[in-house]
């Protein structure tokens, strides 16, 4: 066996410390490369939670912050509220409070005077009209005031005009928020009343009211208007509030009941009103404003017209009497007439009812025609029409 030479072994020998040397750093390299994740990870784990934790320290502070904003806009509501009740106890202590829920507005008012509310069909004007009126303790004046919306179709006064004398400016005051002069009504030298803007009515600043307001007496002005600063404080008390629909107790009567209790209903989704009708009756159409149903083979024709489809004329027919009713808990007015044969040959028979009436800020006219053919049985359909008007209900 041949021996290695020295210079064989050697070169030998110092080869295999190369050959083990990539093993090593690759070695070396992965441990460095997994303290690097384990650090990086631990880092941002580190980091992560520092930002969290600085997340929850923010959203503390900012809470803090607003329950600080919160308490002190409570307490200084609170204290605005405390400040103005006291103020307006001071200013009307022991006076009443009237409220208008249906027109929407409320006033106050010393507790000796009385307050009178019109709610009644004029007829000269033929509408409804609302308003109240507050007699002085003695009753020898009365402070008028009646409000609504620009679009209401109520009236505010049943006046048609006023006394005679000279018109003149007396100072301001403010009423709802609009600045109105005082004027007095002067004849001989007296003053005669004295109105709180315009001697009708007058347009609130915002456009959305009109109002009238005036201190007037009861019998013949002697001049002297002793409670005109009382008045002055009543009208400029007057504050809008939120409308709300009064609740109606139905007139219906048990045997009313009983009588209707096969009708079918009629549901006016646009004026939020409903009524009975005979099951027999035509179905009524799709026309929202004027509804109509015909019966008796279309001798007989029932309408009830919403809005503007209430202006409507008679001609063929003469009034034969008029009386003031209630519809729906509102005053109304309900008149009879019956065929002019003069202007209308042939009509003697023809029969019609009117029932008028305002109702949400909107009127309504329920018509109703039928033929005379006796007064048994005209006296059945005038109390099928008034069990009809009973039955009316608004939403």
């Given at each position: 066996?041949?021996?290695?030479?020295?210079?064989?072994?050697?070169?030998?020998?110092?080869?295999?410390?190369?050959?083990?040397?990539?093993?090593?750093?690759?070695?070396?390299?992965?441990?460095?490369?997994?303290?690097?994740?384990?650090?990086?990870?631990?880092?941002?784990?580190?980091?992560?939670?520092?930002?969290?934790?600085?997340?929850?320290?923010?959203?503390?502070?900012?809470?803090?912050?607003?329950?600080?904003?919160?308490?002190?806009?409570?307490?200084?509501?609170?204290?605005?509220?405390?400040?103005?009740s006291s103020s307006g106890e001071n200013e009307y202590?022991?006076?009443?409070t009237y409220y208008n829920y249906e027109v929407g507005?409320?006033?106050?008012?010393?507790?000796?005077?009385?307050?009178?509310?019109?709610?009644?069909?004029?007829?000269?004007?033929?509408?409804?009209?609302?308003?109240?009126?507050?007699?002085?303790?003695?009753?020898?004046?009365?402070?008028?005031?009646?409000?609504?919306?620009?679009?209401?179709?109520?009236?505010?006064?049943?006046?048609?005009?006023?006394?005679?004398?000279?018109?003149?400016?007396?100072?301001?005051?403010?009423?709802?928020?609009?600045?109105?002069?005082?004027?007095?009504?002067?004849?001989?030298?007296?003053?005669?009343?004295?109105?709180?803007?315009?001697?009708?009515?007058?347009?609130?600043?915002?456009?959305?009211?009109?109002?009238?307001?005036?201190?007037?007496?009861?019998?013949?002005?002697?001049?002297?208007?002793?409670?005109?600063?009382?008045?002055?404080?009543?009208?400029?008390?007057?504050?809008?509030?939120?409308?709300?629909?009064?609740?109606?107790?139905?007139?219906?009567?048990?045997?009313?009941?009983?009588?209707?209790?096969?009708?079918?209903?009629?549901?006016?989704?646009?004026?939020?009103?409903?009524?009975?009708?005979?099951?027999?009756?035509?179905?009524?159409?799709?026309?929202?404003?004027?509804?109509?149903?015909?019966?008796?083979?279309?001798?007989?024709?029932?309408?009830?017209?919403?809005?503007?489809?209430?202006?409507?004329?008679?001609?063929?027919?003469?009034?034969?009497?008029?009386?003031?009713v209630q519809i729906t808990c509102q005053n109304g007015?309900?008149?009879?007439?019956?065929?002019?044969?003069?202007?209308?040959?042939?009509?003697?028979?023809?029969?019609?009812?009117?029932?008028?009436?305002?109702?949400?800020?909107?009127?309504?006219?329920?018509?109703?025609?039928?033929?005379?053919?006796?007064?048994?049985?005209?006296?059945?359909?005038?109390?099928?029409?008034?069990?009809?008007?009973?039955?009316?209900?608004?939403?």
């Amino acid at each position: 066996m041949e021996t290695p030479k020295n210079d064989e072994v050697k070169k030998a020998s110092e080869a295999k410390p190369f050959k083990s040397k990539p093993i090593v750093i690759a070695v070396l390299g992965i441990l460095i490369g997994i303290g690097v994740a384990f650090a990086g990870f631990y880092l941002w784990k580190m980091y992560s939670e520092k930002q969290g934790e600085l997340k929850n320290l923010k959203e503390q502070v900012e809470n803090l912050k607003k329950g600080e904003e919160n308490t002190i806009n409570e307490e200084a509501v609170q204290e605005n509220a405390n400040n103005e009740s006291s103020s307006g106890e001071n200013e009307y202590a022991g006076w009443e409070t009237y409220y208008n829920y249906e027109v929407g507005y409320m006033l106050r008012y010393p507790a000796d005077w009385v307050v009178n509310e019109t709610d009644e069909w004029n007829e000269i004007t033929d509408q409804a009209v609302k308003y109240i009126s507050i007699d002085t303790p003695d009753n020898k004046f009365f402070l008028y005031f009646g409000l609504k919306l620009k679009s209401d179709d109520f009236g505010i006064s049943n006046r048609t005009g006023i006394g005679a004398g000279d018109v003149k400016d007396n100072g301001n005051m403010t009423i709802l928020g609009t600045n109105v002069s005082i004027k007095e009504l002067v004849y001989k030298g007296k003053i005669q009343e004295i109105f709180f803007g315009a001697l009708g009515s007058v347009n609130t600043k915002d456009g959305k009211y009109s109002f009238g307001s005036s201190l007037s007496p009861h019998g013949t002005s002697t001049g002297i208007f002793s409670d005109l600063d009382t008045a002055k404080k009543i009208s400029e008390s007057v504050k809008i509030i939120e409308r709300k629909k009064i609740s109606c107790v139905s007139s219906l009567s048990s045997a009313d009941k009983q009588t209707i209790k096969n009708w079918k209903t009629y549901k006016n989704d646009k004026y939020d009103y409903s009524f009975k009708y005979p099951k027999d009756w035509t179905a009524p159409d799709t026309d929202k404003n004027v509804v109509t149903l015909n019966g008796d083979g279309g001798d007989t024709i029932f309408q009830f017209r919403s809005g503007p489809a209430t202006a409507i004329d008679y001609m063929g027919y003469k009034t034969d009497s008029k009386k003031n009713v209630q519809i729906t808990c509102q005053n109304g007015k309900t008149t009879y007439l019956s065929g002019d044969p003069i202007s209308n040959p042939g009509s003697d028979n023809d029969r019609m009812i009117l029932s008028q009436f305002e109702k949400n800020g909107s009127p309504h006219l329920i018509m109703f025609t039928y033929k005379y053919v006796g007064a048994s049985i005209s006296s059945d359909m005038v109390e099928m029409y008034n069990l009809i008007l009973k039955s009316v209900e608004f939403n």
